[in-house]
């Protein structure tokens, strides 16, 4: 079966300008969660949506914005980028309760110039 | 708070040697323990978890974790290290004694440790 989707892989954006990314879970996996990676901070959570709805989020500012629709995909947004945003944007889907293990997409490069 | 801390930032093996990836974790109720690995420019994937159950875990590529309360560690082992094996290795704990799954409580998420980059010397 195909396995999780992010789009953009790479993109380049200016400081003040917002981004948008797609996720699409495998199919079946209702449970969404996005991370962001960097050098410096390692992986760090954002927010977890279940049934369009958000169920958990991590210490980012509200600049950080999320959403999922009726068919599992999320979407994140970050509006007035920073330089400190440069990161690779991880989505993992969940099938199940807490207890199971996350299938992560291979991510979004964000450069912010 | 949950955290969880891999003291090596690089652990260098030579091929065909046994390996260990530290992790020690932190959280107010069970741990759910879970190990993942990254390969260049890839994401994660799932290698093997600790729920509940026999302390030693095993999981794919002929990697095993031993689950110690006591100590509060979850280290990743292998008998015999292969140069594929050379990536990023993280350890993740869940506090899985928060409310039940999808009622908009319990942890944040999974909490990450930093990282270990597993060096395999062919």
């Known amino acids: 079966k195909a396995g999780v989707t992010q789009t953009p892989r790479y993109l380049i954006k200016t400081r003040g300008q917002q981004v948008t990314l797609s996720c699409s879970p495998i199919s079946g996996h209702r449970s969404v969660s996005w991370y962001q990676q960097t050098p410096g901070q390692g992986l760090q959570f954002l927010f977890e949506y279940f049934s369009e709805t958000q169920r958990n989020k991590g210490n980012f500012p509200g600049r950080f914005s999320g959403r999922q629709f009726s068919n599992s995909r999320s979407e994140m947004n970050v509006s007035t980028l920073e330089l400190g945003d440069s990161a690779l944007y991880l989505c993992a889907g969940r099938q199940g309760p807490s207890t199971g293990e996350l299938f992560f997409g291979e991510g979004s490069r964000l450069t912010v110039l | 708070a949950q955290s969880v801390a891999q003291p090596e930032d690089q652990v260098n093996v030579a091929e065909g040697n046994p390996l260990t990836v530290k992790c020690t974790y932190s959280?107010?109720?069970?741990?759910?323990l879970f190990w993942y690995v990254q390969y260049p420019n890839r994401g994660l994937q799932f290698l093997l978890k600790y729920i509940t159950g026999d302390n030693l875990v095993k999981g794919s590529y002929g990697f095993e974790a031993e689950f110690n309360k006591s100590q509060t560690s979850f280290h990743l082992k292998k008998p015999s290290a292969l140069v594929s094996d050379s990536a990023l290795y993280f350890c993740?704990?869940?506090?899985?004694?928060?409310?039940?799954w999808g009622s908009g409580g319990g942890a944040d998420g999974l909490t990450f440790g930093k990282g270990t980059h597993l060096i395999i010397q062919p």
């Open positions: 993740a704990v869940r506090d899985g004694s928060g409310l039940p």
């Open positions: 959280v107010s109720g069970n741990p759910y």
